[in-house]
């Protein structure tokens, strides 16, 4: 891929050295404008471990990275519930940012990190790589293209192949133990905002802005010696008219692939992530493959915020729709908790409380 050169120089140091520390440490260090000077995590290990992985050096002292002046662009990968002070404590030192998503936990939060960037004038970017990535990032592109008229519907799946859950107590996995946090709703967004956001995201770059939200969320219940797999459904509606179909979880033993967008001309679909995209058309007897390009979406994500910095514009990833893919997982869980349709008004839920924070199970029905 063609990388291009900037005018300045970022240094940067990386904030979180658990496992999309170490992946954005590696993209940094890849660009040649860019050059990671610190890994920081509270875990001396675990700094010392990333850093040495690229060279650079560990530190366990966040004030020694915003003290620091050859520091410009903080990338902030540590637990969501960190996020808010961590940008704060950035902005006012006069970094920009990369935020990894769920950006956090309430509207409240969202608003505050918008603010506290602007008011420092900084750029700030949210880590919703998905929309850069192959399928994903070819499909945005066709539909801008006008390759299928106007985009009306969609259905985007977050689903895998499930085993079988036995009807008897479980123990926690080896994800659970590493990640304790990740699985505590009083520190994390539970899997709507930690997982299927990245879909809530793309399908807003396709749609546009929600008008009204619907989710039901359906499994956990006993059958004999079984219990049913967990799965989360949404039906969401949109200002332009078009309407999707979100879907989150597992089937016992089928992977669930196929997402798609349909248009008044066409239909475009894809099985994974890295394509190819089919187009399908009625004039075609079979559907047309597309290729995606093997561009790496974390370096599209990082050129995206690099190029916004030096052009004085805000990222595709801005803050303002990091807070509204916020807006929009929250209120799944505000309309399965009700019982009903949210409204939305101008990207944003009537009925949710601006610090409204979901506490409930990290699955929901776990």
């Avoid at 699985?183 to 997982?195: H, K, W």
Wanted: charged letters at 25%; aromatic letters at 8%; hydrophobic letters at 35%.
């Amino acid at each position: 891929m063609t990388r291009e050169r900037y005018e300045m120089k970022y240094g940067v140091g990386v904030i979180g050295s658990g496992g999309m520390g170490g992946l954005w440490s590696k993209v940094i260090a890849s660009h040649p404008d860019c050059e990671v000077l610190f890994m920081y995590d509270p875990n001396p290990d675990a700094a010392e471990a990333r850093a040495k992985e690229i060279g650079t050096q560990p530190t366990t002292s966040l004030k020694e990275i915003l003290d620091h002046s050859d520091v410009n662009l903080t990338l902030i990968c540590s637990p969501t519930f960190t996020h808010p002070d961590l940008v704060r404590q950035s902005a006012a030192s006069g970094k920009h940012i990369l935020c990894e998503k769920p950006m956090a936990l309430t509207l409240a939060s969202c608003q505050q990190m918008i603010d506290d960037c602007s008011n420092a004038g900084v750029t700030i970017a949210v880590g919703q790589s998905i929309r850069f990535w192959g399928a994903f990032r070819k499909i945005r592109e066709l539909v801008a293209e006008g390759l299928i008229g106007t985009p009306c519907l969609a259905q985007v799946h977050r689903m895998g192949r499930a085993g079988i859950k036995r009807n008897i107590p479980r123990k926690p996995g080896p994800q659970q133990e590493r990640r304790p946090w990740r699985f505590d709703t009083r520190y994390a967004g539970g899997n709507i905002l930690e997982s299927v956001v990245h879909e809530l995201d793309f399908t807003r770059s396709i749609l546009g802005e929600a008008s009204s939200a619907y989710c039901e969320v359906t499994g956990n219940e006993p059958y004999g010696d079984n219990r049913s797999p967990v799965v989360i459904q949404a039906m969401i509606n949109f200002e332009a008219g078009g309407q999707a179909t979100i879907r989150q979880g597992g089937i016992v033993g089928f992977p669930c692939k196929g997402s798609w967008v349909a248009g008044t001309e066409g239909t475009l679909s894809f099985d994974v992530w890295e394509g190819p995209v089919f187009h399908h058309h009625p004039d075609l007897e079979e559907p047309r493959v597309l290729p995606c390009d093997a561009a790496y979406a974390y370096d599209l994500e990082l050129l995206d915020l690099l190029n916004s910095i030096e052009g004085d514009h805000e990222p595709e990833n801005s803050g303002i729709n990091g807070m509204k893919n916020i807006a929009l997982g929250l209120s799944m869980y505000k309309s399965i908790e009700l019982g009903k349709r949210i409204e939305f008004k101008d990207g944003f839920p009537l009925e949710l409380p601006f610090d409204y924070q979901y506490r409930g199970l990290n699955n929901i029905k776990e």
